[in-house]
């Protein structure tokens, strides 16, 4: 297959954060003829629809064109009170305006969610899912991804130690990948 390049947004901006980790996994474990890189969104200026008809924060522009150039997205996302954390819609709000311009259209995507206790970000993840059906991004089905006490995955350097969660997330990876390729 040809070089496919798929961007990983983190829904956490957290030094320590468990997402963060689950992203260097992926990273380090990306499939042949498979770029697996971070984008950054701690930078969004919170979104404000009046930019759209002016001036936009310096950080919009090169944020939404590294979006549209990418081959898919991955999501990795903490659950916040039930539902996405700020920055995580953040992000999305600024990559879907101005209105007819969405640079997340038709991308193909995964969603992983994860917490620190069993719940695994269900809602999270769910109402993630709800964005991406407006955004127009086809989202791998199955398998689905929820990580429960995330806390427990890893060692002290960061690296994630659990087998079973290390091989399922390469088969993720696979299945993924397969799905990117019919887009
Ligand atoms: C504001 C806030 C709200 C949270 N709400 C939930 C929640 O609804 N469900 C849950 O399982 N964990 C919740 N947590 C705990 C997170 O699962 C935990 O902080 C996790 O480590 C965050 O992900 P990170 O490690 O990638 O930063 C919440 C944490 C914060 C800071």
């Avoid at 930019?51 to 936009?56: P, V």
């Avoid at 206790?117 to 999270?124: H, I, K, M, Q, V």
């Avoid at 806390?151 to 299945?175: C, K, P």
């Amino acid at each position: 297959m040809a070089e496919k390049t798929i961007g990983i947004i983190v829904g956490s901006l957290r030094k320590g954060s468990f997402s963060k980790k689950i992203a260097n996994f992926l990273i380090g474990n990306a499939p042949e003829g498979c770029t697996l890189e971070r984008i950054e969104i701690g930078d969004l200026a919170l979104y404000n629809q009046d930019y759209d008809e002016g001036d936009s924060p310096a950080s919009y522009a090169p944020f939404r064109n590294k979006v549209k150039s990418l081959d898919g997205v991955i999501f990795i996302t903490p659950e916040y009170n039930r539902s996405v954390p700020g920055v995580l819609k953040n992000a999305i709000d600024v990559g879907s305006r101005p209105y007819g311009q969405n640079a997340w259209q038709g991308k193909p995507t995964l969603v992983i969610s994860s917490s620190i206790s069993n719940l695994s970000g269900f809602g999270a993840n769910h109402h993630l899912r709800q964005s991406l059906v407006f955004l127009d991004m086809p989202v791998l089905q199955q398998p689905e991804v929820y990580l429960a006490n995330v806390q427990n995955l890893f060692d002290d350097s960061g690296s994630l130690t659990n087998e079973d969660t290390a091989n399922f997330l390469r088969e993720v990876l696979d299945a993924y990948t397969k799905f990117v390729e019919r887009y």
